[in-house]
């Protein structure tokens, strides 16, 4: 089955760096990959997807960038805030097999 | 209602106590999702429902896990003879198409947080 890797697993750093988490999956044909954001006590929430189709989404200051030949997708956060500090989640596949966590810390 | 509404907030179950978790998702949306999370870990499929129809329990980690949506909207989770592994978030989800639409933003509610002693 799927199996999605992501790094790194905690995250710090100064308020208005960048950010840059990323994720490695198995199945090719897997072709929707969307990232989550997990605040504690809450369930995730989407933040941004993308399909297969396209090799590059922004919203904002959030990004997500897709090397289908690679198995690579990664999420980039530019000009962090303290609000952005949270667990993200990668996932892949339509029935969401996530990754394991990134603990973000951004500190003011 | 406004987004996926998770039931009771919090379980303390004794080992070998049933539970049954609920999940009220959004009003009209067809796919229904549950997930497992262990602490410090992503959640974990379990099991997935287009409607009244259960498509995949592929991620039922045994036959004492049962979940049913027996009228396409309000779904319930039961796992029977509780033991200590059970104990994680379950977290409910649901967007407003099929899974054969591809993939879609999913809406999860808060969870149930479960703990067997």
């Known amino acids: 089955g799927e199996n999605v890797e992501q790094h790194p697993s905690t995250l710090s750093v100064q308020e208005g760096d960048s950010a840059v988490i990323k994720c490695t999956y198995s199945d090719s044909a897997s072709n929707y990959f969307p990232w989550y954001k997990q605040e504690l006590g809450k369930g995730p929430q989407l933040i941004i997807d993308i399909r297969s189709n396209v090799g590059e989404k922004k919203d904002q200051r959030i990004a997500v960038t897709l090397n289908k030949t690679a198995k690579h997708f990664s999420l980039h956060i530019t000009e962090t805030q303290p609000e952005d500090s949270a667990v993200y989640f990668c996932?892949?596949?339509?029935?969401?097999?996530f990754g394991t966590g990134t603990r973000l810390q951004v500190f003011p | 209602g406004a987004g996926v509404s998770q039931s009771p907030r919090y379980k303390v179950a004794k080992r070998g106590q049933d539970v049954a978790l609920r999940c009220d998702p959004i009003s009209g949306h067809v796919s229904l999702f549950w997930y497992q999370q262990a602490l410090g870990q992503g959640p974990e499929f379990l099991t997935y429902f287009q409607n009244e129809a259960q498509l995949d329990k592929s991620g039922l980690p045994s036959d004492r896990f049962f979940a049913e949506r027996p009228e396409g909207s309000v779904s319930t989770l039961k796992i029977q003879r509780t033991q200590q592994e059970d104990s994680a978030v379950y977290l409910c989800?649901?967007?407003?198409?099929?899974?054969?639409?591809?993939?879609?933003?999913?809406?999860f509610g808060s969870g149930t947080r479960l703990t067997v002693v």
């Open positions: 989800a649901s967007s407003l198409l099929g899974i054969s639409a591809g993939g879609q933003g999913y809406t």
């Open positions: 996932a892949s596949t339509d029935k969401l097999i």
